[in-house]
Every structure is written in structure tokens, then in C-alpha cells.
């Protein structure tokens, strides 16, 4: 099944300690983008990639890296994480966006305390 | 820099009754924009595109150059139609901005 996959669903950590948030696709798309959704401000894209060792910052990337090894591999790292980061977070990847939009991941809802 | 704002952040209609999501954009470019939906407990999926110019779930979408618009419209509402909907908009570079949200709540 062609999807996009997050990993943990869920997580609770608490502030300073170094996470990854994992995401894959296996539909061989050069295009994968990570966002977060907060309550009253929608989405907020994070970083993108465009290709392998290509990515850009989107709007809210203070706070996060990204990484993209291999194209089918997108891992959020939090290297420090902190209270407002505290946030519902989508990773989607496409073929390309502009024809096609996004594929979502099903979400990764992380706490720091 | 693009932006794009869904001013209702609420819309309550009842079944069979048609239903409008408004989505003003700003950007100096050529826009390409987008209607997502995300249904309760699932994860953000594709509606509409504009450059299809086509009709999903009864939905339709314009895209108003004049008045930067691209509204959501459904003649009439289902209760399956309740989610949350968002208005998207692709700027160059493939940075994909979003708007706020609208939920819509059909009442039987």
C-alpha cells in the first residue's frame, strides 16, 4: 500500500533531550516536506526537501533539523527540544506538488515537558 | 511572502443545505492552490485541485484571480461532509503554505 509512514505516534519527553521523529514513503517521491499543526494556526511547514541532500526551511524551522540520506527518508530532529514544541506534527511527501499536492503521514503528537 | 486565510473558523450547516468555505490568498506569483480535508481521527488527505477544474464529494472550487479567492462549494451538505478542511497554497520553490482551517459541522 502506497503510504507515508511516521514514527512514534506518540510521544512524551522532557526538555533537552535529543528526538528523532522518523518518516518514510514507498512511493519513490523526490518531493517530502515536514509541518506542524497547532490549534488556531493550522499547519506550518517546517523544512522541505526537494531531492536527496536537498532540503530548505519552510516558515517555523528554528529548533529543528532534517535530513534526506536516501529519498525515501525524512527524520525530524529535535536536537534540544522545549515546551513549544509541543505540537501535532505531519510529514507528506508527493511526485511533485504542484500537479499532484501532498501525501500526508498520519501524525506524530509530541509533548515536552 | 504568500499567505492565505480562511476567515470562518467555524461553519455549522444543516444536512442538504449548501455550505461555502472561503480562502482569500496573497501572492505575487502565479498561484497554485489546493483544498485538503481531515476527517476525525484520520490524517490530512488531498479534495481538490485547481488546475484539475474537477468536482470530488459534490465539492467545487473557483479560483477568483480578481479577488484572489478560491472558495469550497458544496449545493448540498452530507453529515459525512463534517472535518476539517484546509485551503492550501503552492508558491514557487514548492514551499506549500496553509490556512487556517474551517470546521464544518453538518447537523442532521
Known amino acids: 500500500e502506497a503510504q507515508v509512514t511516521q514514527n512514534p505516534r506518540y510521544l512524551i519527553t522532557v526538555t533537552g533531550k535529543k528526538l528523532t521523529v522518523t518518516c518514510s514513503q514507498n512511493?519513490?517521491?523526490?518531493?517530502m516536506s515536514w509541518y506542524r499543526q497547532d490549534p488556531g494556526l493550522g499547519l506550518r511547514q517546517i523544512y522541505y526537501?526537494?531531492?536527496?541532500?536537498?532540503?530548505d526551511k519552510g516558515d517555523v524551522p528554528e529548533g529543528y533539523k532534517v535530513s534526506r540520506k536516501e529519498k525515501r527518508n525524512f527524520p525530524l530532529i529535535l536536537e534540544s527540544p522545549s515546551p513549544n514544541q509541543t505540537s501535532l506534527y505531519f510529514c507528506?511527501?508527493?511526485?511533485?506538488?504542484?500537479?499532484?499536492?501532498?501525501?500526508f503521514g498520519s501524525g506524530t503528537r509530541l509533548t515536552v515537558v | 511572502a504568500q499567505r492565505v486565510t480562511q476567515p470562518e473558523k467555524l461553519l455549522s450547516v444543516f444536512k442538504g443545505a449548501p455550505v461555502e468555505l472561503k480562502c482569500n490568498y496573497s501572492?505575487?506569483?502565479?498561484?497554485?492552490l489546493f483544498w485538503y480535508v481531515q476527517y476525525s481521527r484520520q490524517r490530512l488527505q488531498l479534495l481538490l485541485r485547481h488546475i484539475s477544474r474537477e468536482s470530488i464529494k459534490g465539492f467545487t472550487a473557483d479560483l477568483n484571480k480578481g479577488e484572489t479567492s478560491f472558495h469550497l462549494k458544496k449545493p448540498f451538505a452530507q453529515e459525512e461532509d463534517s472535518a476539517m478542511y484546509y485551503c492550501?497554497?503552492?508558491?514557487?520553490?514548492?514551499?506549500?503554505?496553509f490556512g487556517g482551517g474551517t470546521r464544518v459541522l453538518v447537523k442532521p
Open positions: 501572492y505575487s506569483g502565479s498561484p497554485e
Open positions: 512511493m519513490n517521491h523526490e518531493y
Open positions: 492550501a497554497l503552492q508558491a514557487a520553490g514548492n514551499k506549500l503554505t
Open positions: 526537501s526537494m531531492n536527496v541532500e536537498v532540503t
Open positions: 507528506a511527501s508527493s511526485l511533485s506538488p504542484k500537479n499532484y499536492g501532498y501525501t
